[in-house]
């Protein structure tokens, strides 16, 4: 019992990780390492190129692939006698594809590395931070720290041109940037758009958070109101209002007050507009759910929102 005492994961996955360091580092230090080796690994000197070849790093690890066409599951990693296998959709979107891969793969390398588990009921919440924690781990083989170090200055502003051209560089969506972005420098995102709160039929569309990373909820200690208005008396300046408005991405010291448990006070604060989402993005199969739409991301310099 004393062992959970300093977890804040309620999957037993990723606790059994975290224990196996004694705690001294936090999940996304481990994860970070493992990017970081295969990166080291797979490497050509003369290579510039930053697209990783992930395929291979999957053969490399015994695990054969075979393209199916079904309809409603990108991947499944399944164990063939003592072999491993990825089931994975035909799709025409190769950074999907590629993604899927690097998730399929990190199922195995994390359950691997959590070793043998006790079983344990599985709640919604150990679910989602398996697969939330899956996919750090997709993102940091695909777009190894090295490569975000490399491209990204937070001395100055960060623009949409950046983030894309970035993103088609390593062959990977924009939300995988943003996120590597995030995790390597701890900055908090906060991700906008400008919709209704769906959990309140009645609200009226406004500028609203849209998607908050990394995972933050009550027993993290850390946590944001998801869905809130882009209000003027919490952020000041407002550059957030402003940069929808103006269409531009900007950054700025910003005092933060009233905004969930983030402590009141200054914060570096970089808004990247993208633009609005047009409904023929509605059909496109990039789009999974609701929270790959936003038309901007802040990040936030809230380092504590990483420490565990
Ligand atoms: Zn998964």
Same mark, same amino acid.
């Given at each position: @019992? ?9 999957? *037993? ?8 360091? $004694? =705690? !001294? ?12 080796? #295969? ?7 003369? $290579? ?33 006698? *003592? ?16 993604f ?13 590395? *959590? ?6 009921? +599985? ?11 899956? $996919? ?7 777009v ?22 970035? *993103?088609?560089?390593? @062959? ?7 996120? !590597? ?26 500028? !609203? ?11 993290? =200690?850390?946590? #944001?109101? #998801?869905f ?21 991405s900007? @950054? ?16 570096? @604060? ?9 409904n !023929?993005?509605?059909?496109?199969e990039?789009?999974n ?18 420490? +565990?």
């Amino acid at each position: @019992m004393t062992e959970k005492k300093n977890n804040v994961w309620e999957s *037993a996955v990723v606790t059994a990780i975290i224990n196996q360091e $004694n =705690h !001294r580092k936090s999940i996304f230090d481990i994860v970070e390492e493992i990017g970081t080796n #295969l990166y080291n690994k797979n490497k050509s000197k003369s $290579n510039t190129d930053l697209v990783i070849p992930i395929s291979k790093i999957v053969e490399d690890h015994g695990i054969s692939i075979e393209n199916t066409d079904w309809d409603d599951l990108h991947g499944r990693i399944k164990q063939i006698g *003592a072999n491993y296998k990825i089931f994975i959709k035909r799709n025409t979107n190769v950074y999907r594809y590629r993604f899927t891969l690097a998730h399929e793969l990190s199922h195995l390398l994390i359950r691997r590395l *959590a070793g043998p588990i006790p079983k344990t009921n +599985k709640t919604n919440l150990s679910i989602t931070e398996e697969e939330f924690v899956v $996919n750090l781990l997709a993102g940091a083989i695909l777009v190894p720290k090295h490569n975000i170090l490399d491209s990204i200055d937070f001395t100055k502003i960060i623009d949409k041109q950046i983030v894309d051209n970035l *993103a088609k560089q390593s @062959m990977v969506s924009r939300s995988v940037i943003l996120k !590597r972005i995030g995790v390597v420098n701890r900055k908090l995102i906060l991700l906008w758009d400008f919709i209704n709160n769906p959990i309140n039929k009645k609200s009226d569309r406004a500028l !609203r958070i849209n998607g908050i990373f990394p995972l933050l909820h009550r027993k993290t =200690h850390h946590y #944001l109101p #998801l869905f809130c208005k882009a209000k003027d008396y919490r952020f000041n300046p407002n550059i957030i209002v402003n940069s929808f408005n103006n269409h531009i991405s900007t @950054m700025e010291e910003v005092y933060i007050d009233d905004f969930g448990t983030l402590p009141k006070q200054k914060y570096i @604060m970089h808004n990247i507009y993208f633009s609005k989402w047009s409904n !023929r993005f509605l059909f496109n199969e990039i789009v999974n759910s609701r929270k790959d739409f936003y038309s901007m991301a802040s990040f936030i310099d809230y380092k504590y929102a990483y420490t +565990k």
